[in-house]
């Protein structure tokens, strides 16, 4: 089995069902976890000396942190609506509670915190729609918490791909401290598929091949990328979503693509 695929188990007692840790991955950042949460189910945490976004995947819910309090936020119901998520940016030091006013989904992603920035909502209408590639390299953007917007670490953003097509291509990186032409960040990749029984494919690999690992992903899979180039490909019939969350040393997001393949995007 490949260590860099995290596969997602029954929910326990708080809903979570999946979970990426900076020790269980063996690096520095990044750290993710899902909660499948019922209706009148409440979540309570503390974000410790990490920021947080939490991104309300599909339901609604009641959030409140301190003095903050988000009544029976959500409008999506299902991933694959499309339209963009609410989510709720946390500093360090920050106690929450999470009651879900329906069935729920939510992601925690979490990086190193200064405490820099207060606690926010981010609606759906501050979330930037974008499109990316063209013929079947064709992806949809939804950037929830990108480098243009305030955090100390984090950047989180969600990612369709329709049937057929391949996305985070050509395949890039972003492993080396060598700004402003990359810098370095961690990154999950949340994985759905429509249909939820399909399947797609991800491949790690680096230059020198020290690491290359393909992981045939399926619905609600995580897949941890260190370092490398990192492809993703979804089959026809079958659509991808995806959530990434990248952190590093700097908050800036520069990638190489793998130059064998960076004529594809100079032609």
Known sequence: MTSLLVRPQEPDAQGKVLEVTPESAGWDYVGFRVHKLKKGQSLESHTGDREHCLVLLAGRATVASGDNRWEDIGERMDIFEKVPPYAIYLPNDASFRIEATTDMELAVCSAPGKGSY???LIAPEQVKRSTRGT???????????????????????????????WSSYPPHKHDVDNLPEESILEETYYH??????????QRVYTDDRSLDETMAVENGCCVMVPRGYHPAGVPHGYELYYLNVMAGPKREWKFQNDPDHEWIVKQ
């Open 118 to 120: 207060p606690a926010r």
């Open 135 to 165: 013929g079947s390299n064709t992806r949809h953007i939804q950037d929830i918490l990108p480098d243009s917007e305030p955090a100390d670490s984090l950047l989180v953003v969600e990612v369709y791909t329709p049937a057929g097509n």
């Open 192 to 201: 759905r598929l429509n249909p939820s029984q399909g399947f797609a494919f």
